[in-house]
């Protein structure tokens, strides 16, 4: 079967915004409009299309990305719908890696959000070409305008509208379109299917007029033919417009900016049109980074369908009717259902199985797929997300992503045997699921250990064991993932000698340790000359260093930004051995740690509380009682916007506290920012409760 669309058509694109701000509710109407969905699906009532997971039905929040794929006006459309809520800002993360272009959604009345400027750092990150759609136009307190201003101030998105809306609240009616100077107004029956162009009203043409000027002079400036006519007093034509318009988004020059309820269903059949003409096509994105697999040399990757394959693993998931799928963007070449290839990442054959198009948890059978696709493999063996997966005779491995280090850990037993045996299966599962979710056994206790990024995170894993899995067991508190370093550089000479008859064991390791840029993890260099010790020994070294790494010597938690040099030993021709100098080198850094200041380090998080005035100094001193560093206030809406530095340790359970005090106005939401040093009083309650 050939291409039923050219590359050119195709628009790979995400739908991100903060918690709320509508973004499951605009996709549902985009696969309505666009004919993929035969009834609407309200998030409210637990029945939207893209939030299939029973976790996500019931609390109304989108946790994994669902890839869709619909189409309009000729075009080809492949939609991720992303989670707006912090503790999943790996799932957004990952879509972005694949994703050419994006739709940002905003609540009309709350405007640019916390977790709106994460996802806009992230798609900063990768370059992602974006525009906004101001949602909720219909919603008390809704403000177009203001949205417009900070979508420039806390962003720097360079915001121009395209679009202006007409009335607001219950008022709202529909839109102005400034590139065709049109009103664009929608007939209530029909669920908005129906829609048709009017003259502007007369209240808001010299408003439209403008905004108009100031969207065609942001534009010319991206083409000296057109500026030079405008100069001269010819405005461009529409085409010219639109395509001035495409090249700022592509180039990232600006950010277009339209408007619309899409709960009201009023304004995304204009926002459907945007993304085909305005966002980028795998073409306009370019050629993909990555290195040959056998000579690890930079090579690039085209769009294009005579390239050799390459493939990129993004999400791993479990259905309950395929078994595992494994959902991957086709970045070159044409890909078979039943063909070999290559995980380069790990260096392992696959065999495709099945391939699948996606709508939400449906799926349709397909043969083939070309550059440009986002397409499910079903029967993958052990291919984990970001894997690269190509033909064996051109094997290439794309960039890697990176993925955030947990914050957050739970103790999880199991009630019987038969628990214990389902719940291995299940986490080994979630984990190759999630990159940004860890198990782990703790070696004092054997109890197993949930890491993630906050704790709905762990609550909606634990909820999925238990109802997927079927899995009954107890879980601990929430504990903080404390990290160990050391404060001073100190030097180490360390002999370890056995002699117990027959051959004995010897290793003497001179180092010299210290502190590692914050973030930059273990270091291990051989400076040793002369041949001291020899270089089959190095790896044993290596090794007993490493061993440290796990449990540190204030209160046994793991050892960070440490660098470590080895400088001078010496080695026995017949006692010495790699084991010996693991043993030394692991006595040797423990002593190390002890005499260099070994401290506790905890995450801090940056937390962002919006409350009504009256609750400010209640939110202020209690953020302080917990050890808090006020950064700042503003104003957004008539809302107070509390910005804190506070220790994860004295977060749990927030919500229900902020809740009871400010009864049920406020809320908040939280992020890691970076790992500090725990106060000496602290630090004696850590270490009493853990070493």
């Not at 070159?332 to 392992?348: A, F, I, P, V, Y």
């Not at 797929?369 to 986002?374: K, L, P, V, W």
């Not at 056995?498 to 003497?508: N, P, S």
């Amino acid at each position: 079967m050939a291409r039923s669309h050219a590359i050119e058509d195709y628009r790979n694109f995400g739908i991100m915004a903060h918690i709320d701000a509508g973004k499951t509710t605009t996709t549902e109407r985009v696969l309505f409009y666009s004919g993929k969905s035969h009834k609407i699906g309200e998030v409210h009532d637990g029945a939207a299309t893209m939030d299939w997971m029973e976790q996500e039905q019931e609390r109304g929040i989108t946790i994994t990305s669902a890839a869709t794929t619909t189409f309009w006006n000729d075009h080809r459309l492949n939609i991720i719908d992303t989670p707006g809520h912090v503790d999943f800002t790996i799932e957004v993360e990952r879509s972005l890696r694949v994703l050419d272009g994006a739709v940002c959604v905003l609540d009309g009345n709350q405007g640019v959000e916390p977790q709106t400027e994460t996802v806009w750092r992230q798609a900063d990150k990768y370059e992602v070409p974006r525009i906004v759609f101001v949602n909720k136009m219909d919603k008390i307190g809704a403000d177009f305008f203001r949205c417009v201003s900070e979508i420039d101030s806390r962003v720097a998105g360079k915001p121009v509208c395209i679009q202006l809306p007409i009335g607001s609240e219950s008022n709202f009616l529909g839109i102005i379109d400034l590139v065709r100077m049109k009103a664009v107004v929608w007939e209530n029956e029909n669920l908005g299917a129906n829609y048709h162009d009017e003259e502007i009203p007369a209240d808001l043409a010299d408003q439209a007029l403008e905004y108009r000027n100031m969207m065609i002079e942001r534009a010319v400036e991206l083409d000296d033919a057109a500026l030079e006519k405008f100069l001269e007093g010819e405005e461009p034509d529409e085409a010219t417009l639109k395509s001035l318009l495409r090249k700022a988004v592509i180039t990232r020059a600006f950010t277009p900016v339209l408007c619309g309820s899409a709960f009201k269903n009023k304004g995304v059949q204009p926002l459907l049109d945007a993304v085909v003409d305005y966002l980028p096509s795998p073409l306009d994105r370019g050629a993909v980074d990555g290195v040959d697999f056998k000579t690890e040399e930079p090579i690039v990757r085209r769009p294009s369908d005579d390239e050799g394959l390459s493939v990129l693993a993004f999400k791993i998931m479990d259905d309950p009717f395929v078994g595992t799928i494994t959902f991957c963007r086709v970045y070159s070449g044409k890909l078979e259902s039943g063909s070999t290839l290559l995980n380069s990442t790990r260096d392992k054959k696959e065999r495709v199985g099945r391939m699948l198009l996606m709508h939400a948890n449906n799926r349709e059978d397909i043969k083939e797929a070309y550059a440009g696709d986002i397409v499910a493999l079903a029967g993958l063996k052990d291919v984990r997300t970001g894997d690269t997966l190509c033909d064996p005779l051109k094997a290439v491995i794309l960039e890697q992503m990176v993925f955030p280090e947990p914050v957050i850990e739970i103790a999880i037993e199991p009630k019987t045997k038969a628990d214990q045996e389902k719940l291995g299966i299940a986490l080994s599962k979630l984990a190759a699921e999630d990159p940004s979710f860890r198990v782990s056994t703790d070696q004092e206790s054997g109890q197993t250990i949930l890491k993630g990024m906050g704790e709905l995170h762990l609550d909606i894993k634990v909820d999925i064991l238990r109802r997927t899995y079927k899995v009954d067991a107890n879980i601990g508190a929430p504990q903080v993932a404390y990290r160990e370093t050391l404060t001073k550089p100190v030097d180490i000479d360390y002999t370890h000698k056995k002699q117990t008859g027959g051959t004995g064991q010897f290793a003497r390791v001179k180092f010299h340790i210290s502190p590692n840029e914050v973030g930059a993890g273990f270091a291990f260099e051989s400076k040793v000359v002369g041949g001291s010790v020899p270089k089959e020994y190095i790896p044993g070294v290596q090794k007993g260093l490493e061993s440290v790494l796990g449990s540190g010597v204030v209160a046994g938690f793991p050892v960070v930004d440490v660098k470590v040099e080895l400088v001078d030993g010496a080695y026995h021709e017949v006692d010495s051995s790699a084991l010996a100098f693991e043993i030394a080198s692991r006595a040797a850094f423990r002593e190390a740690l002890q005499k260099g200041g070994a401290v506790l380090l905890e995450p801090i998080m940056k937390v962002e509380v919006v409350t009504p005035e009256d609750y400010t100094g209640s939110v202020i001193g209690d953020l302080n009682s917990r050890r808090g560093q006020i950064q700042g206030q503003d104003m957004r809406g008539n809302a107070n916007v509390v910005n804190a530095m506070v220790p994860l340790a004295n977060m749990f359970g927030y919500i229900n506290t902020l809740r009871s005090f400010s009864q049920g106005r406020a809320n908040y939401s939280m992020e890691f920012d970076h790992y500090e040093q725990v106060p000496s009083n602290v630090a004696q309650e850590v270490q009493a409760k853990y070493a």
